[in-house]
Structures are given as structure tokens and as C-alpha cells.
């Protein structure tokens, strides 16, 4: 086990609505950052956040936004659902020092589905 | 950007023998290389990573061999077991730039006892 968590571990929208995922970072570590990963293929980076300001961002609509919190949690929210944002989505934490971003500890997910 | 091809897609080996998943990279600025491992409704597990001041990594039965001059790295397990079962993903990084990662689309290794 990793100890970061997330929340929900499933949820089921409709087109057009709003979501919140939720992630609790490793004990020690400072970064948190988001991946989409669709069935069948890898994760793919949606952004980053470190001292609760975002820190790079992949290639992902302005719906797709978030939050880091004092405590290193974060949130991730999607406006204006569509089916193709149904997939795993995943946090991942790490501790981000002086020169470089260590290793990165992926959660369980949240499984979101766009109906 | 980085761009990172993974084969092959699939693999099925007998439990025993070796496995090798190979991995390919295109931007020669990435200096970290981590293998994960995903079992079916679970997220990546970290197995192996290897940085780029060095050409092999091994623990137990897992290694990782790195070619920065080809850019390639590959991922090799010895001795294989039923519960090895699972989709394996390479990624490359640079760990000076947040290290977001850029992931390869995966192997499903079936060991079959």
C-alpha cells in the first residue's frame, strides 16, 4: 500500500454535469498530480500541483481544473461532463525538493462514468 | 514532447521462465525511467525505476536495463510466477521538471501454470 488514497472509488455521471475527486497524499510527500488513464491504455498527465499552486498542465481542456489544500490533498473537478471523460482517474504523490521531483505513488483510483 | 512506445502489447510466457518488455523513448533530456505495475481494478504500482547516471537496476527477480545512446530501457523478470500476471507500463520523465510522467501503452503479461 502506498498510502495515498482517493475518493469515490466509483461514480456514474451524466453528460453535462459536474464532478469532484478527491486525493490524500503519502505522509511527507508535497506534490500531488492527476492522470487520466481510458480503458486499455497508460495514464495520461492532466496537471500537477506543489505548494497548492498548479505546476504544469498536459494536454487537457480548461474544464478540468484543481485544488491543493495546506494539508497536500487534493481535488480534482471536471465541468461540462462528457463521455469520453469516462475512465480511471488517478493521483499520484511525491516529495518535490530543491532540484528534483522524486518518485511518484499512485492510489487506487476513481472510476468515473459518463452516461 | 516525450513520446514513449512499449512492446509488446501482450505476452504470454510459461511460469518459470523469463519475460522482457521493452520500451522506447524520444526526448534524450529524460533521466528517470520507472516500470508499473497494474493489477486489474487497482492503480500502478511502482516495481523498478532506473536513473540515467546508470545502465542496470536489479531486485530479486525484476531488472531494468537502460541504452540512453538508443533511448531505449527494457524490463526483464526471471523465474516467473501466476501472480506476475498483470499490465505492466513504462514511463519516462525528467525528474529537474516535476517528473511528469509519460507512459508507454502497456503489456499484459499472462504467466500460464
Known amino acids: 500500500e502506498t498510502g495515498v488514497t482517493q475518493s469515490p472509488t466509483h461514480l456514474i455521471k451524466t453528460r453535462g454535469q459536474q464532478v469532484t475527486l478527491r486525493c490524500s497524499s503519502q505522509?511527507?510527500?508535497?506534490?500531488v498530480s492527476w492522470y487520466q488513464q481510458a480503458l486499455g491504455q497508460g495514464p495520461q498527465f492532466i496537471f500537477q500541483?506543489?505548494?497548492?499552486?498548479?505546476?504544469g498542465r498536459g494536454n487537457f481542456p480548461p474544464r478540468f481544473s484543481g485544488l491543493q489544500f495546506p494539508n497536500y490533498s487534493s481535488e480534482l473537478n471536471v465541468n461540462a461532463l462528457e463521455l469520453d471523460d469516462s475512465a480511471l482517474y488517478l493521483c499520484?504523490?511525491?516529495?518535490?525538493?530543491?532540484?528534483?521531483?522524486?518518485?511518484?505513488?499512485f492510489g487506487p483510483g476513481t472510476r468515473l462514468t459518463v452516461l | 514532447g516525450e513520446n514513449v512506445e512499449q512492446h509488446p502489447s501482450t505476452l504470454s510466457v510459461q511460469e518459470g521462465d523469463s519475460a522482457v518488455i521493452k520500451c522506447t523513448y524520444s526526448?534524450?533530456?529524460?533521466?528517470?525511467f520507472p516500470w508499473y505495475k497494474q493489477e486489474l481494478g487497482k492503480g500502478p504500482q511502482l516495481i523498478i525505476d532506473?536513473?540515467?547516471?546508470?545502465g542496470e537496476k536489479k531486485d530479486q527477480r525484476i531488472a531494468v536495463t537502460l541504452n540512453k545512446t538508443a533511448k531505449h530501457f527494457s524490463l526483464h523478470i526471471t523465474e516467473t510466477q501466476p501472480e506476475d500476471s498483470a499490465v505492466y507500463f513504462c514511463?519516462?520523465?525528467?525528474?529537474?521538471?516535476?517528473?511528469?510522467?509519460?507512459f508507454g501503452a502497456g503489456t499484459i503479461l499472462r504467466v500460464k501454470s
Open positions: 514511463a519516462a520523465t525528467q525528474m529537474e521538471y516535476g517528473n511528469k510522467l509519460v
Open positions: 499520484a504523490s511525491s516529495l518535490k525538493g530543491q532540484r528534483i521531483t522524486d518518485t511518484q505513488y
Open positions: 500541483y506543489y505548494r497548492e499552486e498548479e505546476n
Open positions: 505522509s511527507g510527500h508535497n506534490t
Open positions: 532506473i536513473r540515467s547516471n546508470v
Open positions: 526526448d534524450s533530456a529524460s533521466n528517470y
